[in-house]
């Protein structure tokens, strides 16, 4: 349960009581090996209060590394809350993690994007490919690497001891859009056949988890490695 006070989504602005938060996403150590467990964990799992949060009405996150080895009976999923936004609940799905390299794009520094330029203008102009589309980050939901930016950049501070935090995972509502699939949608999923499973069940091909954050937005989780407590950040932005 979320331990923030928690208010409605209508004018009458009452405090509401909390529900059970909502499982967004669990991996185990073995298929995030460019992720940096702490130790004596091999499980992590995140958890978001389905509730608005702050000033742009956002899903707080919580973040628990756990030793997979002590956990005892599994608990069924808890069904989405009554009033509160069904597409903050992702659908069931399974995940098959592969690892990519990534580049900056948004957190590129003016100077460098700018030395840039004329290389960025040429690989359009010869491939049709834009690299802040197809060469820099992955959409989608993912883990490491650079957030996935709707808005311009918004790194947090630790509380803490002042750092920068790093970026842990993005939550987006769509895993690719109709430009940044011709890189990045992965083989396996450019069949009729994936398609097809999809909308049987309900979904759409880009959005096999159907969330839907603000406008097609996204929440970003961060974590500091410095602090031994592993404190969190975390931002949301939107189109």
Known sequence: MCREEHYGYDISNRPEPAVPLVPIVQVHRADAPGVPFPT?????QVLWCP???GEFCYPLPQVHWRDSGAV?????????????PVDWYPAPCVVHPEQVTEYPSWDIPDELHESLRDRFDALLAETGLRYSYHLAEAPGIKLGGYPGWTQEPAWPDCEGCGSGMEHLLTVSSWEFDIESRRTWLPEEDRTDE??????????RPHNPAELCLGDAGGVYVFECRTCPDRP?????DCS
């Open 40 to 44: 004596g964990t091999d499980l992590l």
């Open 51 to 53: 509730y608005g949060h």
């Open 72 to 84: 005892g009976d599994v608990l069924p999923t808890p069904p989405p809350a009554a009033g509160l």
């Open 194 to 203: 994936y398609e097809a499973a999809v909308l049987r069940r309900g979904g």
């Open 232 to 236: 969190v950040g975390h931002w949301f």
